[in-house]
Protein backbone atom coordinates (compact mmCIF):
# COMPACT_ATOMS: atom_id res chain seq x y z
CA UNK A 1 0.00 0.00 0.00
CA UNK A 2 3.04 1.99 0.31
CA UNK A 3 3.72 1.60 -3.13
CA UNK A 4 -0.67 2.77 -3.85
CA UNK A 5 0.41 5.93 -2.02
CA UNK A 6 3.44 6.90 -4.16
CA UNK A 7 1.65 6.03 -7.16
CA UNK A 8 -1.01 9.00 -6.04
CA UNK A 9 1.09 11.82 -5.03
CA UNK A 10 2.65 11.07 -8.80
CA UNK A 11 -1.04 11.52 -10.15
CA UNK A 12 -1.44 14.18 -7.64
CA UNK A 13 1.39 16.27 -8.99
CA UNK A 14 0.53 15.74 -12.82
CA UNK A 15 -2.62 17.14 -12.32
CA UNK A 16 -5.08 14.67 -13.88
CA UNK A 17 -8.33 14.19 -12.49
CA UNK A 18 -8.42 12.83 -9.17
CA UNK A 19 -12.10 11.56 -8.41
CA UNK A 20 -12.44 10.75 -12.15
CA UNK A 21 -9.71 8.09 -11.68
CA UNK A 22 -10.92 6.19 -9.17
CA UNK A 23 -14.74 6.25 -10.74
CA UNK A 24 -15.98 2.73 -12.05
CA UNK A 25 -16.64 3.65 -15.63
CA UNK A 26 -18.20 0.04 -16.22
CA UNK A 27 -20.82 -1.80 -15.06
CA UNK A 28 -19.73 -4.83 -13.29
CA UNK A 29 -21.58 -7.83 -13.98
CA UNK A 30 -23.20 -8.39 -10.51
CA UNK A 31 -25.74 -10.81 -9.92
CA UNK A 32 -28.17 -10.39 -7.06
CA UNK A 33 -29.03 -12.52 -4.60
CA UNK A 34 -31.95 -11.17 -3.18
CA UNK A 35 -32.90 -7.73 -2.80
CA UNK A 36 -29.31 -6.30 -1.21
CA UNK A 37 -28.87 -4.01 -3.61
CA UNK A 38 -31.51 -2.13 -2.65
CA UNK A 39 -31.01 -2.42 0.94
CA UNK A 40 -26.96 -1.42 0.50
CA UNK A 41 -28.28 2.44 -1.57
CA UNK A 42 -30.84 2.66 1.13
CA UNK A 43 -27.33 2.37 3.68
CA UNK A 44 -25.87 4.65 0.96
CA UNK A 45 -29.09 7.46 0.96
CA UNK A 46 -28.40 7.51 5.19
CA UNK A 47 -24.56 7.15 4.47
CA UNK A 48 -24.81 4.11 7.57
CA UNK A 49 -21.27 1.97 6.92
CA UNK A 50 -21.75 -0.88 5.47
CA UNK A 51 -20.25 -4.21 6.87
CA UNK A 52 -20.02 -7.28 4.20
CA UNK A 53 -19.37 -10.73 5.98
CA UNK A 54 -18.94 -13.92 4.13
CA UNK A 55 -16.68 -16.64 2.31
CA UNK A 56 -13.92 -15.73 0.29
CA UNK A 57 -14.83 -15.31 -3.29
CA UNK A 58 -18.62 -15.39 -2.93
CA UNK A 59 -19.19 -11.33 -4.33
CA UNK A 60 -18.26 -8.93 -1.76
CA UNK A 61 -15.93 -7.08 -3.86
CA UNK A 62 -17.88 -7.38 -6.68
CA UNK A 63 -20.84 -6.30 -5.27
CA UNK A 64 -19.47 -2.75 -4.04
CA UNK A 65 -18.09 -2.13 -7.00
CA UNK A 66 -21.05 -3.12 -8.86
CA UNK A 67 -22.85 -0.28 -6.14
CA UNK A 68 -19.82 1.95 -6.47
CA UNK A 69 -21.00 2.01 -10.05
CA UNK A 70 -24.88 2.28 -9.91
CA UNK A 71 -24.62 5.44 -7.45
CA UNK A 72 -21.73 7.27 -9.49
CA UNK A 73 -19.27 7.35 -6.89
CA UNK A 74 -15.65 7.05 -6.73
CA UNK A 75 -14.31 3.53 -5.38
CA UNK A 76 -11.24 3.10 -3.46
CA UNK A 77 -10.19 -0.22 -2.31
CA UNK A 78 -7.68 -1.14 0.15
CA UNK A 79 -6.45 -4.87 0.56
CA UNK A 80 -5.59 -5.05 4.19
CA UNK A 81 -2.75 -7.24 5.68
CA UNK A 82 -1.22 -7.57 8.86
CA UNK A 83 1.14 -5.53 8.65
CA UNK A 84 -0.65 -2.49 7.35
CA UNK A 85 -0.52 0.40 10.34
CA UNK A 86 -2.78 3.01 10.66
CA UNK A 87 -0.44 5.53 8.54
CA UNK A 88 -0.68 3.56 5.27
CA UNK A 89 -4.59 3.87 5.60
CA UNK A 90 -4.42 7.70 6.76
CA UNK A 91 -1.52 9.05 5.47
CA UNK A 92 2.56 10.07 6.22
CA UNK A 93 5.07 12.91 5.82
CA UNK A 94 7.40 11.47 2.80
CA UNK A 95 10.77 12.89 2.28
CA UNK A 96 11.82 14.30 -1.32
CA UNK A 97 13.93 16.42 -3.25
CA UNK A 98 12.04 19.39 -1.99
CA UNK A 99 12.08 18.76 1.90
CA UNK A 100 9.11 17.01 3.72
CA UNK A 101 5.66 16.43 2.51
CA UNK A 102 2.75 14.91 3.01
CA UNK A 103 0.77 12.51 1.36
CA UNK A 104 -2.75 11.18 2.08
CA UNK A 105 -3.63 7.87 2.40
CA UNK A 106 -6.26 5.81 0.85
CA UNK A 107 -8.89 6.02 3.11
CA UNK A 108 -7.99 10.12 3.84
CA UNK A 109 -8.48 10.45 0.03
CA UNK A 110 -11.83 8.80 0.01
CA UNK A 111 -12.97 11.29 2.65
CA UNK A 112 -11.49 14.07 1.14
CA UNK A 113 -13.06 13.48 -2.81
CA UNK A 114 -16.08 11.89 -1.39
CA UNK A 115 -15.67 8.22 -2.72
CA UNK A 116 -16.70 4.82 -1.24
CA UNK A 117 -13.65 3.33 0.90
CA UNK A 118 -13.84 -0.25 0.95
CA UNK A 119 -11.19 -1.84 3.30
CA UNK A 120 -11.34 -5.36 2.12
CA UNK A 121 -10.83 -8.16 5.11
CA UNK A 122 -10.38 -5.87 7.70
CA UNK A 123 -9.67 -8.15 10.78
CA UNK A 124 -6.17 -9.07 9.03
CA UNK A 125 -5.43 -5.10 10.12
CA UNK A 126 -3.62 -4.14 13.14
CA UNK A 127 -6.32 -3.32 16.03
CA UNK A 128 -4.88 0.42 15.91
CA UNK A 129 -5.77 0.66 12.26
CA UNK A 130 -9.61 -0.25 13.15
CA UNK A 131 -9.31 2.54 15.60
CA UNK A 132 -8.60 5.22 13.07
CA UNK A 133 -12.00 4.07 11.19
CA UNK A 134 -14.22 5.14 14.09
CA UNK A 135 -15.01 8.86 14.26
CA UNK A 136 -15.61 8.17 10.22
CA UNK A 137 -18.19 5.64 11.14
CA UNK A 138 -20.51 7.83 13.38
CA UNK A 139 -22.05 11.24 13.51
CA UNK A 140 -18.83 13.16 13.56
CA UNK A 141 -17.92 11.99 10.29
CA UNK A 142 -14.03 13.27 11.16
CA UNK A 143 -10.96 11.63 10.32
CA UNK A 144 -8.05 12.80 12.82
CA UNK A 145 -4.62 13.19 10.77
CA UNK A 146 -2.92 13.35 14.18
CA UNK A 147 0.56 13.54 12.53
CA UNK A 148 -0.61 16.41 10.23
CA UNK A 149 -2.48 18.04 12.87
CA UNK A 150 -6.08 18.15 10.90
CA UNK A 151 -9.09 17.04 11.42
CA UNK A 152 -10.78 15.88 7.87
CA UNK A 153 -14.15 16.26 7.89
CA UNK A 154 -15.74 13.73 5.67
CA UNK A 155 -17.28 14.83 2.31
CA UNK A 156 -20.76 14.00 2.27
CA UNK A 157 -20.22 11.68 -0.27
CA UNK A 158 -18.06 9.73 1.65
CA UNK A 159 -19.16 6.15 3.02
CA UNK A 160 -17.06 2.99 4.57
CA UNK A 161 -17.23 -0.82 3.59
CA UNK A 162 -15.43 -3.56 4.94
CA UNK A 163 -15.42 -6.73 4.84
CA UNK A 164 -15.65 -9.71 7.15
CA UNK A 165 -15.05 -13.34 6.59
CA UNK A 166 -16.48 -14.71 9.55
CA UNK A 167 -14.91 -18.31 8.84
CA UNK A 168 -11.25 -17.17 9.37
CA UNK A 169 -11.81 -15.79 12.89
CA UNK A 170 -9.89 -16.74 15.63
CA UNK A 171 -9.99 -15.21 19.37
CA UNK A 172 -7.18 -13.51 18.42
CA UNK A 173 -8.43 -12.07 15.36
CA UNK A 174 -11.91 -10.76 15.33
CA UNK A 175 -13.63 -7.35 15.15
CA UNK A 176 -14.22 -5.96 18.50
CA UNK A 177 -17.63 -5.54 19.47
CA UNK A 178 -17.25 -1.56 19.56
CA UNK A 179 -16.01 -1.91 15.61
CA UNK A 180 -18.70 -4.24 14.44
CA UNK A 181 -21.69 -2.36 16.16
CA UNK A 182 -20.95 0.68 14.30
CA UNK A 183 -21.71 -0.99 11.07
CA UNK A 184 -24.72 -2.28 9.56
CA UNK A 185 -24.46 -5.70 7.85
CA UNK A 186 -25.05 -8.32 5.00
CA UNK A 187 -24.38 -12.00 5.04
CA UNK A 188 -22.96 -12.94 1.68
CA UNK A 189 -22.68 -16.78 1.02
CA UNK A 190 -22.32 -18.85 -2.17
CA UNK A 191 -25.20 -19.00 -4.22
CA UNK A 192 -27.71 -21.57 -4.73
CA UNK A 193 -26.46 -23.94 -7.64
CA UNK A 194 -28.31 -23.01 -10.20
CA UNK A 195 -27.84 -18.78 -9.60
CA UNK A 196 -23.81 -19.64 -9.30
CA UNK A 197 -24.42 -21.66 -12.77
CA UNK A 198 -25.93 -19.04 -14.02
CA UNK A 199 -22.89 -16.75 -12.70
CA UNK A 200 -20.09 -18.93 -14.08
CA UNK A 201 -21.80 -19.19 -17.04
CA UNK A 202 -22.23 -15.19 -17.95
CA UNK A 203 -18.77 -14.78 -16.69
CA UNK A 204 -17.17 -17.19 -18.74
CA UNK A 205 -19.47 -17.76 -21.89
CA UNK A 206 -19.65 -21.09 -20.79
CA UNK A 207 -23.11 -22.81 -20.99
CA UNK A 208 -25.02 -22.88 -17.74
CA UNK A 209 -25.20 -26.99 -18.30
CA UNK A 210 -21.54 -27.43 -18.09
CA UNK A 211 -21.02 -24.73 -15.48
CA UNK A 212 -23.39 -26.84 -13.40
CA UNK A 213 -21.17 -29.47 -13.45
CA UNK A 214 -18.43 -27.16 -12.05
CA UNK A 215 -20.79 -26.11 -9.65
CA UNK A 216 -21.76 -29.74 -8.35
CA UNK A 217 -17.87 -30.15 -7.91
CA UNK A 218 -18.51 -27.17 -5.91
CA UNK A 219 -21.03 -28.34 -3.24
CA UNK A 220 -18.77 -31.30 -2.87
CA UNK A 221 -16.33 -29.58 -1.68
CA UNK A 222 -18.45 -27.41 0.51
CA UNK A 223 -20.00 -30.30 1.94
CA UNK A 224 -16.26 -30.99 3.40
CA UNK A 225 -15.74 -27.83 5.18
CA UNK A 226 -15.19 -28.53 8.52
CA UNK A 227 -14.06 -32.42 8.09
CA UNK A 228 -10.78 -31.47 6.85
CA UNK A 229 -11.69 -28.06 4.67
CA UNK A 230 -11.51 -24.96 5.74
CA UNK A 231 -13.10 -23.56 3.39
CA UNK A 232 -14.49 -25.04 0.19
CA UNK A 233 -14.16 -24.30 -3.51
CA UNK A 234 -15.36 -20.35 -3.98
CA UNK A 235 -17.48 -18.97 -6.96
CA UNK A 236 -14.23 -17.24 -8.08
CA UNK A 237 -12.34 -20.56 -8.28
CA UNK A 238 -15.19 -22.36 -10.46
CA UNK A 239 -15.04 -19.13 -12.93
CA UNK A 240 -11.18 -19.89 -13.07
CA UNK A 241 -11.93 -23.67 -14.04
CA UNK A 242 -14.59 -22.08 -16.11
CA UNK A 243 -12.24 -20.15 -17.96
CA UNK A 244 -9.54 -22.52 -18.45
CA UNK A 245 -11.75 -24.87 -19.98
CA UNK A 246 -13.68 -22.17 -22.23
CA UNK A 247 -9.96 -21.58 -23.42
CA UNK A 248 -9.62 -25.04 -24.41
CA UNK A 249 -7.78 -27.07 -21.74
CA UNK A 250 -9.48 -31.06 -20.53
CA UNK A 251 -12.19 -30.10 -17.91
CA UNK A 252 -10.23 -32.95 -15.21
CA UNK A 253 -7.00 -31.09 -16.13
CA UNK A 254 -8.75 -27.46 -15.28
CA UNK A 255 -11.00 -28.63 -12.38
CA UNK A 256 -7.55 -30.30 -10.63
CA UNK A 257 -5.63 -27.09 -11.14
CA UNK A 258 -8.45 -24.76 -10.35
CA UNK A 259 -10.55 -26.04 -8.03
CA UNK A 260 -8.64 -28.86 -5.81
CA UNK A 261 -4.81 -28.12 -5.66
CA UNK A 262 -5.20 -24.31 -4.35
CA UNK A 263 -7.84 -25.42 -1.63
CA UNK A 264 -6.11 -28.55 0.17
CA UNK A 265 -2.85 -30.06 0.69
CA UNK A 266 -4.20 -33.06 2.50
CA UNK A 267 -4.20 -36.40 0.47
CA UNK A 268 -7.48 -37.57 1.47
CA UNK A 269 -8.92 -35.09 0.70
CA UNK A 270 -7.49 -34.19 -2.44
CA UNK A 271 -8.47 -37.61 -3.55
CA UNK A 272 -11.84 -37.17 -2.47
CA UNK A 273 -12.21 -34.08 -4.66
CA UNK A 274 -10.67 -35.84 -7.68
CA UNK A 275 -12.72 -38.52 -7.19
CA UNK A 276 -15.95 -36.32 -7.76
CA UNK A 277 -14.52 -34.63 -10.40
CA UNK A 278 -13.59 -37.85 -12.47
CA UNK A 279 -17.50 -39.02 -11.97
CA UNK A 280 -18.60 -35.77 -13.23
CA UNK A 281 -16.39 -35.24 -16.15
P1 LIG B 1 -14.93 -11.74 -2.50
O1 LIG B 1 -16.16 -12.20 -1.79
O2 LIG B 1 -13.70 -12.51 -2.04
O3 LIG B 1 -14.75 -10.27 -2.50
P2 LIG B 1 -15.30 -11.41 -5.36
O4 LIG B 1 -16.36 -10.39 -5.29
O5 LIG B 1 -13.95 -10.98 -5.80
O6 LIG B 1 -15.16 -12.23 -3.99
O7 LIG B 1 -15.85 -12.57 -6.31
C1 LIG B 1 -14.98 -13.48 -6.93
C2 LIG B 1 -15.45 -13.74 -8.34
O8 LIG B 1 -16.64 -14.52 -8.32
C3 LIG B 1 -15.79 -12.48 -9.11
O9 LIG B 1 -14.67 -12.01 -9.80
C4 LIG B 1 -16.87 -12.96 -10.06
O10 LIG B 1 -16.28 -13.57 -11.19
C5 LIG B 1 -17.56 -14.07 -9.30
N1 LIG B 1 -18.80 -13.74 -8.60
C6 LIG B 1 -19.12 -14.17 -7.37
N2 LIG B 1 -20.36 -13.79 -7.05
C7 LIG B 1 -20.85 -13.07 -8.07
C8 LIG B 1 -22.10 -12.42 -8.34
N3 LIG B 1 -23.10 -12.42 -7.46
N4 LIG B 1 -22.24 -11.79 -9.52
C9 LIG B 1 -21.23 -11.80 -10.43
N5 LIG B 1 -20.04 -12.40 -10.24
C10 LIG B 1 -19.83 -13.05 -9.08
Not at 27 to 39: D, G, K, M, R
Not at 51 to 73: D, N, Q, Y
Request: proline share 5%; aromatic share 8%; hydrophobic share 35%.
Amino acid sequence: SVKANVSEANVKQSGRNYKDQYKVHKEPFYQPQSNETALYEAAYAARLPVMIKGPTGCGKSRFVEHMAWKLGKPLITVACNEDMTASDLVGRYLLDANGTRWLDGPLTTAARIGAICYLDEIVEARQDTTVVIHPLTDHRRTLPLDKKGELLEAHPDFQLVISYNPGYQSLMKDLKQSTKQRFTAFEFDYPEAKLEAAIVAKETGMSEELASKLVKIGTTARNLKGHGLDEGISTRLLVYAATLIKGGVEPRDACRMALVRPITDDADIRDTLDHAIDATF
